[in-house]
């Protein structure tokens, strides 16, 4: 018996298998994106970077429910030349596409990293996040449409890297037509939909207390929370953007049935945040073989064969 077969193609970047992790999920350290190397994920995603390393929000500022997850991490990481190093260690043992996240905190920063990212041939793609809610005083760049114009005139004509783009969940109509008519102006291979829906607040009744301390509880939301206003998107900018960009899903998916929600309404990829960081590396492997056990059960040998096919009643 031939398995249905889960490869799938960002731009030119051939993935054997169409699941990976998300932005900011145990992707921070050598250690943690050697694990996802080593797993059945079809690609290696980096915690977002910026210039230098931080330190990021004071803890507990990660906190999980039945439904999901909120997060208020304010982009601790290594530093991009971490992550641009990092490639070529990456390459000596791993065949799996590296894709390096940037969050740079201004526009100009945004334009530094990707400049000196450009030229790391060990980094396959850039997904540049035009979506972080977490940092104090900082608005998200994806909610002001003429700032993601600036960054993407500039960043488009430095990357010698493919490049794409991680939204923030939009929630009106007239939102996502005026986004993707922004969007398809630029040579991007890809759009990522979508990241957390920024700040949610969950609370503690027996404590009276909230969960997460930066921000006064407030944080990003991901899990079964988001899936719905996750699978808007992905199915809005699948519909309003041209082929050659492709869409990546994100956001509550925990088994092989979210994968599949996600790529009916028009993913080619999917990424996983907060079931990775409840499971850990397993639960690629596990939601793949979930996935292909549904696609096998309906006649479907590959993801083309349903992605993008909902129907409408
Ligand atoms: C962080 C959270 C995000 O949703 C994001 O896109 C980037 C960074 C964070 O808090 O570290």
Known sequence: MVLPSLAALIGDIELDTCLYNASGARCTTAEELKAIAGSNAGAVLSKSCTSEYREGNPSPRYYETILGSINSMGLPNEGFRFYSDYAKQHKASSKKPYFVSVSGLSFEENVSIITQLSHETGIDAIELNLSCPNVPGKPQTGYDFEQVQRVLDAVC???????????????????????????????????TCINSIGNGLVIDA?????????????????????????????????????????????????????????????????????????????????????????????????????KGKLKYI
């Open 157 to 191: 004509s430095i990357s010698e890297r493919p490049l794409g783009v991680k939204l923030p969940p939009y929630f009106d109509i007239i939102h996502f037509e005026q986004m993707a008519d922004i969007l398809k102006a630029y040579p991007l291979k890809f759009v």
């Open 206 to 306: 027996q404590t009276e207390t909230v969960a997460i301390k930066p921000k006064n509880g407030y944080g990003g939301l991901g899990g079964d929370y988001v899936k719905p206003t996750a699978l808007a998107n992905v199915h809005q900018f699948y519909r309003l953007l041209p082929n050659q960009i492709q869409i990546i899903g994100c956001g509550g998916i925990k088994n092989g049935q979210d994968a599949f929600e996600h790529i009916l309404c028009g993913a080619s990829a999917v990424q996983i945040g907060t079931q990775f960081m409840r499971e850990g590396t397993s639960c690629f492997m596990r939601i793949a073989q979930e996935l292909q056990i549904l696609m096998e059960a309906k006649g479907y040998k590959k993801l083309e064969d349903f």
